[in-house]
Structure formats: structure tokens, C-alpha cells
């Protein structure tokens, strides 16, 4: 059996001055609820999700960096894990991701529908939002390490098996979600693209899709 340690966490608010939730995490029934603290446009944006059966149009309600709400124009049904091309345009510009339908919400005139992203976009976040996420290749999350000792101990415990747990004082990114992690020991370090697969206090943990890659690049620390 493999076993990957995650360590705790705690949780600052966003220092984004965006219309937001307020941040907050409890235990109920033994599972932990959580509300994101994040930046958010909740403007309406023109938006096209195709399926892979001809576009979908609608207008966005809540965007985020890892996701949005969007009302759509007609009562075409999507379903909850399905995977989808998204374009959302605005003042000219065409910005093409790709995301997971999390939950579809059938109303009276207008369907309505969840959706995550599948990688944080920086050039969407900068020009809809304002900011410049946290997660993207250019702006990766950060795990240091203070000495070889530490970064062996990590090795031994989680990264031989593709596994890392990743500080974050912020609310993490959404489970399944595609993140870019930078590993450093001293003046020396690498960025690896990883899912985040659970939520834990003090940060969140993740598997890198490579492991051997991983692996080979950690091998260099110790040569």
C-alpha cells in the first residue's frame, strides 16, 4: 500500500479587494465544508462550452480563477463530470480553456451550470480578474526545503511516490485540479505540474502525473 503524509493547515483571507466569500472551514459529520475566499468578477461574459456536440452559449454570473457559474441562452442539459472546451470573449478578446461540469441546476427559464477549470489560465486572470493567480507556470506554488536532510525525509516519505504536500495560507486550489508546483533547496529547484488531490490544514497535497520525471530531477539535488 502507498501511503502520502499531508501536513495541517490554516487558512488567511485573500488579499484581493474583489467581490468574494468570506472564507471559513468547519467539521460537519465528519467532513470538512469549506467557502472559498477568492477574487471574483460576477459581471456578465459572454461564454461558448461545446461538449463535443455543437457550442452551448451563455453569460458567466461568478467567475473565479479555477471556475465559473454560467447561466445559459438555451435548455440543452450537460451533465456533472463531463468534460468541455470553453470560450469566454470579452471586449475582442477570445480566451480558450477547458473545464468539468461539477453540477448542472435545472430552472424555470434558464438552465445554469458549475464549472472548473481543468489548469489556472494566467492571461485570463489577469485581464478578467485583475490578478495574477497563484498556480500557473509562471506563478507556481512554492515548497522549500532548508536543507538536503529535509528534502531526503520528503523523498523517503511522499515523492518517491509521486506525492507532495504544498503549504498554502491561502484557501487551496479545487480538488482535481491542475496545479504548477516549484520544489526548491537553496538557489536550486525545478516546476512540476501537479493534481491537487485532497485538502488538509496548512496547505494541500498532490500527485504529479510524471513521476519518473520527478524523480529524476530530485535525483540531481543529491549528485
Known amino acids: 500500500m502507498i501511503s502520502v503524509f499531508f501536513g495541517p493547515m490554516f487558512i488567511m483571507n ?4 474583489f467581490k468574494r466569500s468570506q ?17 471574483r468578477d460576477r459581471r456578465a461574459i459572454r461564454v ?22 454560467v447561466v445559459l ?24 480553456l477547458t473545464g468539468e461540469i461539477r453540477w448542472f441546476r435545472f430552472e424555470i427559464l434558464k438552465n445554469s451550470l458549475g464549472l472548473q ?9 489577469l ?18 526545503f532548508e536543507n538536503l536532510k529535509l528534502l531526503h525525509d520528503e523523498y523517503q516519505n511522499n515523492l518517491r511516490y509521486g506525492g507532495l504536500f504544498v503549504p498554502c495560507d491561502d484557501s487551496p486550489p479545487p480538488l482535481n485540479q491542475n496545479v ?3 520544489l526548491k533547496l537553496g538557489d536550486q529547484g525545478f516546476r512540476q505540474q ?20 520527478v524523480q529524476s530531477k530530485i535525483a540531481k539535488f543529491f549528485n
Not at 485573500?14 to 479587494?17: D, G
Not at 472564507?23 to 477574487?39: L, M
Not at 461558448?48 to 457559474?69: E, L
Not at 501537479?194 to 520525471?213: E, L, S
Open 14 to 17: 485573500s488579499p484581493y479587494e
Open 23 to 39: 472564507a471559513c472551514r468547519f467539521v460537519r459529520d465528519g467532513g470538512i465544508v469549506e467557502k472559498r475566499d477568492e477574487a
Open 48 to 69: 461558448a462550452i461545446d461538449s463535443g456536440h455543437g457550442p452551448i452559449y451563455g453569460n458567466t454570473a461568478n467567475v473565479s480563477a479555477h471556475g465559473m457559474r
Open 73 to 96: 441562452h438555451n435548455k440543452r442539459v450537460l451533465n456533472p463530470g463531463q468534460h468541455v472546451k470553453v470560450t469566454v470573449s470579452k471586449a475582442g478578446k477570445h480566451y480558450q
Open 117 to 125: 477549470f481543468e489548469e489556472i489560465n494566467d492571461q485570463f486572470c
Open 127 to 144: 485581464d478578467i480578474l485583475g490578478v495574477a493567480p497563484v498556480g500557473t507556470e509562471d506563478h507556481p506554488y512554492e515548497k522549500s
Open 180 to 182: 504548477w508546483v516549484e
Open 194 to 213: 501537479a493534481r491537487v488531490v485532497i485538502h488538509q490544514v496548512g496547505g494541500f497535497g498532490v500527485m504529479f502525473a510524471d513521476i519518473n520525471d
